[in-house]
């Protein structure tokens, strides 16, 4: 338990190094495995002493505000240490903790920018801002190349900021429950795994909801209104939910069939680097989840 303490201190105080771009995704890990490890008073004790020694730390050797930077940023994630570490303690699924620690993070985000903008901070004009000045640095070449004047193309990714926050909130997620559960298994837990990919299977009114955003969007046209902005946020999400099903289909017809892997590793590979095939895959995912494929199939 000292050599995680000390990896939650490390990590934290990479955080204001060149390596913060990885380090901050595994900053819940550590915490994680002291909390599911630990009875409570135990935890609180030695997480406590973690953040007074990286307080100290860089209160010695740069400067407070540093300190209570790191010590505000590990805070802001133990809610959703606290939400997987009593599931991983009670044997819950993985689909579970993963829903739970990622609606946790995603309100405690949401929290902040009602809080935030309370106190006159809007993180929504900031950024526009900031994408603003991004734009005007680029050679007048590329500036002519976007399909859209750089105003509108800022107001539509700024609509979007709903859609980044559930995806990082999940990333972040995501990582965390892999290594940790990893981790955790090797030193005597045993936590379930995520069901093998081939058997993965989306609820069947998700192919309702596509359908009807896919019907929507032919008729909302302002780019101002609340559809507008819900469209933009769940289309994408949508589309990218049954791309993975689609990846899952490709999964189990290479299982079914004894095929070699190439097939849904080479699906992956087009969805990462080919972002148009997205669309392609997103309908196989809607009728993988729509018809009884699969049923069929394994009669056959």
Do not use: C
């Not at 892997?261 to 997103?282: Q, T, W």
């Amino acid at each position: 338990m000292l050599g995680w303490s000390a990896a939650t201190i490390a990590l934290l105080l990479s955080v204001l190094t060149p390596f913060s771009l990885i380090t901050f995704h595994l900053l819940m890990i550590p915490v994680i495995i002291l909390f599911v490890r630990l009875e409570t008073k135990k935890f609180l004790l030695y997480y406590g002493l973690s953040l007074a020694i990286v307080y100290v730390l860089t209160s010695l050797l740069l400067v407070s505000w540093a300190g209570v930077m790191l010590v505000a940023i590990s805070l802001f994630l133990l809610p959703p240490v606290i939400q997987m570490g009593n599931l991983y303690k009670k044997r819950a699924p993985a689909r579970t903790v993963i829903t739970a620690g990622t609606v946790t993070l995603l309100l405690e985000m949401l929290v902040s920018l009602v809080v935030g903008y309370a106190f006159g901070f809007n993180i929504i004009d900031r950024m526009k801002q900031f994408m603003l000045e991004s734009i005007n640095t680029l050679p007048a070449q590329l500036q002519a190349v976007l399909v859209v004047d750089k105003d509108t193309l800022v107001q539509l990714v700024s609509q979007m900021l709903p859609l980044y926050m559930i995806g990082y909130s999940l990333f972040l997620v995501v990582i965390a429950h892999w290594l940790a559960r990893k981790l955790l298994n090797r030193s005597g837990e045993a936590l379930p795994a995520f069901k093998p990919i081939r058997e993965w299977m989306l609820p069947r009114s998700f192919v309702w909801y596509y359908l009807i955003a896919l019907f929507m969007e032919f008729f909302v046209k302002d780019t101002n209104s609340i559809f507008f902005t819900l469209l933009l946020n769940l289309l994408p999400l949508l589309t990218a939910v049954f791309a993975v099903q689609a990846i899952a289909f490709l999964f189990f017809v290479a299982h079914r069939n004894r095929w070699n892997r190439a097939l849904p590793f080479g699906g992956i590979v087009l969805l990462i680097f080919v972002p148009p095939a997205y669309f392609m895959f997103s309908m196989l995912g809607v009728f993988d989840v729509a018809f009884p494929i699969r049923e069929r199939m394994t009669r056959k």
